[in-house]
């Protein structure tokens, strides 16, 4: 992210400039793949949006494409997406990763959002801010990512709209400035006043995919507007506007791009209302392709050079061909298919033949792509998260965390004949930074770490869905890991005195383990040479 908003650059290339990267945010089942359904619908890349929770053979939703989300109606591993969405001034191309929405799998999403430039935080209208809106909030904030709010389920019954917008400033210390306005609430709901525009959206509930009619109006003292809302709901949303508009602060562009204001649209994804404004607001509003943060330098959208970095590995998203996807988020240049790219970290040369753009779990080969673009390249286990592809510049991108698990748990294979097999999946999972894997420094096995309970089984699960592996999980006598970093003569001396502490992550860095919080004392006081931390940098 640049210090400074985007009006003081030059123009971006026309192609790169009508790009919009952004991540979805959310507490679980505040309907935020239901809206990333509906994007897609109104984008014209699907012709039927899908039920979350569908039954039986019906469409499963497209961005939840592993069999356990598929299952338990959640996402847990987030999927990028692209797709055109077409305004009467111009055509936009919309990058969207869906993050998964679950606590246990915050990582997964914390390294989404360094690959975006804005987020879309969806909140439930009765619900309010919940708990892992914040933290995922907190993660927005360190990146200084513009966010845009959207206010979801407002035809169930809601909270006042007042008391939705003074949360979200009191809980995320954050300005926000209203792009609609709801008129009615839970069955009385009809529709929103569209105040940047000075529209009425109107929402039809017989059917769920159609769009909003739109009736164009003079202001709120234009006659047509009791044609369309009842007196008393008319009369309450004058007097409500009249009052949000001395209150909160306009639509200021400069703010919105800083980070410290959001603006915050009203709908129902599910009845398809409120969602075309919000994207029309994502193409008027949100940020072009920014630079990003790399070493020696930060790397411009608008330079010729291709540049890009690996966010996210997946491996085995087509189980019958143990494939492995690395999403690039591409920083800088026009990319082509079959490019040669240096692989920053081994320096070796890599073609780069059969890229994909996706559509969820569908794929087609990208012939071409430009900064802004995130694209899949299917590799053997060569590119890693962190990894910069460049086109012969030793470059770095920065700000890609690994953090330390909360859980540990030594893992074993069913039969004992395939520890070799159960080896190769950890390092798989270990690799894709759905895990943390340590081999211990004394004694055979593994220990797996993770960010939450919810983890274990899913691994559980893919190691036997995608391996043929049955494995169970045991209580560990460790309960977090420490990387250990310092002068190496200091580093040498912890591993030689604590032997059975030690073990080595899936880069072959040194790890502590530790019971108590007493054992990190203990090193810190007997080694003040040595730092012992939390988080590791993703980077070569």
């Not at 010729?304 to 988020?329: L, S, Y």
């Not at 996706?358 to 430009?370: G, S, T």
Request: with cysteine; hydrophobic share 40%.
């Amino acid at each position: 992210m640049s210090d400074s908003p985007q009006t003081n650059r030059a123009p971006l290339p026309p192609e790169i400039g009508r790009r919009r990267t952004f991540a979805i945010i959310s507490h679980p089942d505040a309907g935020k793949t239901t809206l990333t359904e509906k994007f897609l619908l109104y984008g014209g890349a699907i012709q039927m949006a899908g039920q979350v929770r569908a039954k039986g053979e019906a469409r499963r939703t497209r961005s939840d494409f592993m069999k356990m989300e598929q299952d338990r109606g959640i996402s847990v591993s987030a999927s990028a997406m692209s797709f055109d969405f077409h305004t009467k001034e111009r055509d936009f191309r919309f990058n969207l990763v869906d993050t998964p929405g679950h606590s246990d799998f915050s990582e997964d999403t914390y390294r989404t959002l360094t690959a975006v430039d804005a987020a879309v935080m969806v909140i439930d209208g009765a619900k309010g801010v919940e708990s892992q809106t914040q933290k995922l909030f907190e993660v927005c904030r360190m990146r200084d990512l513009p966010i845009l709010t959207f206010c979801n389920k407002m035809d169930r019954e809601s909270r006042d709209t007042f008391e939705i917008i003074d949360e979200i400033q009191e809980n995320l210390a954050i300005d926000v400035t209203p792009a609609s306005w709801p008129i009615g609430v839970g069955r009385e709901f009809i529709g929103c006043y569209d105040l940047l525009h000075d529209r009425l959206e109107l929402m039809d509930r017989a059917d769920r995919n159609k769009v909003a009619e739109t009736i164009k109006i003079s202001g709120l003292d234009d006659p047509k507007l009791a044609e369309h809302v009842p007196a008393n709901l008319l009369e309450k949303l004058r007097e409500e506007l009249e009052m949000a508009r001395e209150l909160m602060p306009a639509m200021d562009h400069a703010a919105f791009l800083e980070g410290s204001l959001t603006p915050i649209w009203f709908g129902s994804a599910i009845n398809s209302f409120g969602v075309q404004e919000l994207m029309a607001g994502i193409a008027e509003y949100g940020p072009e392709p920014q630079p990003q943060r790399a070493k020696p330098r930060q790397v411009g959208a608008d330079e010729k050079a291709v540049t890009g970095f690996v966010f996210k590995v997946q491996a085995n998203m087509d189980p019958k061909h143990r494939d492995r996807v690395a999403f690039v988020r591409l920083a800088s240049g026009h990319f082509q298919r079959g490019m040669k790219m240096t692989h920053v970290r081994t320096k070796k040369p890599m073609a780069i033949s059969n890229p994909v753009l996706f559509l969820a779990a569908d794929r087609e080969l990208a012939e071409e792509a430009w900064a802004g673009d995130i694209i899949g390249i299917p590799n053997h286990g060569q590119l890693r998260i962190g990894d910069a592809l460049t086109e012969g510049e030793a470059l770095r991108f920065t700000g890609i965390p690994s953090f330390a698990p909360e859980l540990l748990q030594g893992v074993r294979a069913g039969d004992p004949m395939k520890a070799k097999h159960l080896e190769k999946a950890l390092m798989q999972f270990a690799e894709e930074g759905a895990a943390k894997v340590f081999k211990p420094a004394i004694g055979s096995g593994f220990i797996v770490g993770v960010v939450g309970a919810l983890q274990f089984e899913v691994l559980a699960s893919r190691i036997e869905l995608e391996y043929g592996l049955p494995v169970r999980f045991d209580n560990s006598q460790f309960q977090s890991a420490r990387w250990i970093s310092g002068p190496k003569d200091a580093v040498d001396e912890v591993i030689k005195k604590n032997t059975q502490h030690i073990a080595h992550d899936n880069d072959g860095d040194p790890v502590f383990l530790t019971r108590l919080q007493w054992d990190i004392d203990r090193i810190e006081r007997d080694h003040p040479d040595v730092t012992l931390s939390a988080t590791k940098e993703m980077m070569v």
